[in-house]
């Protein structure tokens, strides 16, 4: 029997109904998610807590059920060093991309969790997972690594609902990250996340705080095709 002719036999069952309190608990985690930047605990995070938040990650969904998501768990000090040092090089050039008044600002901003944070997360997508051909990357061959975005939001929720935050580094040079990891040609780098407890959170989003740019109103991002 083939995988295929084996699925034609499930049977659905009823969806569950979340009442008013579980609906709530929700949207509370999904407004209260923040990028955190340097607010991390130093006390390592739970492992069990950790396994349910990776747990999560892994029950997002993926395109074809290709499920092409690595978690790499990053704590050794020397590793997370020389890492935050390639940060350090492409954070340089960064900063020399924009216009004088906003320089100053963008060096305010505090980008040291990789350092500060007990965990270091690299979230990676297995572009060879799957095969040549996946069901629903057929037209798109990037579905991949969009369910790969899922994952880290699935992660980043469940770690608000643990209490742990978690702050995403993206100012990196690939190829760095690469060498340093060992990650293969063929394995794309979504995600580098600094995870840890907090005790405080900014109220608002920090690059809105700061004044960096105003949020989008929700209505100016809908558009209703009828």
Same mark, same amino acid.
């Given at each position: 029997?083939?995988?295929?002719?084996?699925?034609?036999?499930?049977?659905?069952?009823?969806?569950?109904?979340?009442?008013?309190?579980?609906?709530?608990?929700?949207?509370?985690?999904?407004?209260?998610?923040?990028?955190?930047?340097?607010?991390?605990?130093?006390?390592?995070?739970?492992?069990?807590?950790?396994?349910?938040?990776?747990?999560?990650?892994?029950?997002?969904?993926?395109?074809?059920?290709?499920?092409?998501?690595?978690?790499?768990?990053?704590?050794?000090?020397?590793?997370?060093?020389?890492?935050?040092?390639?940060?350090?090089?492409?954070?340089? !050039?960064?900063?020399?991309?924009? %216009?004088?008044?906003?320089?100053?600002?963008? /060096?305010? =901003?505090? *980008? #040291?969790?990789?350092?500060?944070?007990?965990?270091?997360?690299?979230?990676?997508?297995?572009?060879?997972?799957?095969?040549?051909?996946?069901?629903?990357?057929?037209?798109?061959?990037?579905?991949?690594?969009?369910?790969?975005?899922?994952?880290?939001?699935?992660?980043?929720?469940?770690?608000?609902?643990?209490?742990?935050?978690?702050?995403?580094?993206?100012?990196?040079?690939?190829?760095?990250?690469?060498?340093?990891?060992?990650?293969?040609?063929?394995?794309?780098?979504?995600?580098?996340?600094?995870?840890?407890?907090?005790? !405080?959170?900014?109220?608002?989003? %920090?690059?809105?705080?700061?004044?960096?740019? /105003?949020? =989008?109103? *929700? #209505?100016?991002?809908?558009?209703?095709?009828?």
């Amino acid at each position: 029997m083939t995988p295929y002719t084996s699925a034609k036999a499930a049977v659905p069952q009823p969806a569950r109904r979340f009442d008013a309190g579980e609906r709530q608990a929700l949207y509370d985690i999904i407004n209260a998610r923040r990028d955190v930047r340097n607010e991390f605990r130093p006390d390592p995070i739970d492992p069990a807590a950790l396994r349910r938040i990776l747990a999560a990650a892994h029950a997002a969904p993926s395109v074809g059920f290709m499920q092409p998501w690595d978690f790499h768990l990053i704590r050794d000090p020397g590793r997370r060093a020389a890492v935050h040092a390639a940060f350090l090089s492409a954070n340089a !050039e960064a900063a020399e991309m924009f %216009e004088e008044d906003r320089k100053a600002l963008y /060096r305010s =901003l505090k *980008l #040291e969790g990789i350092l500060t944070a007990p965990l270091n997360i690299c979230v990676t997508c297995d572009r060879n997972r799957g095969g040549k051909v996946v069901l629903g990357r057929t037209h798109d061959s990037n579905m991949d690594l969009y369910s790969t975005v899922c994952a880290v939001q699935n992660l980043w929720l469940a770690a608000r609902a643990e209490g742990v935050g978690i702050g995403w580094v993206s100012i990196f040079r690939p190829d760095d990250l690469r060498r340093l990891l060992g990650i293969p040609d063929h394995v794309e780098i979504v995600a580098y996340l600094c995870a840890g407890y907090v005790d !405080e959170l900014y109220l608002k989003p %920090e690059l809105e705080a700061r004044g960096w740019r /105003r949020r =989008l109103a *929700l #209505e100016s991002v809908i558009h209703d095709h009828g």
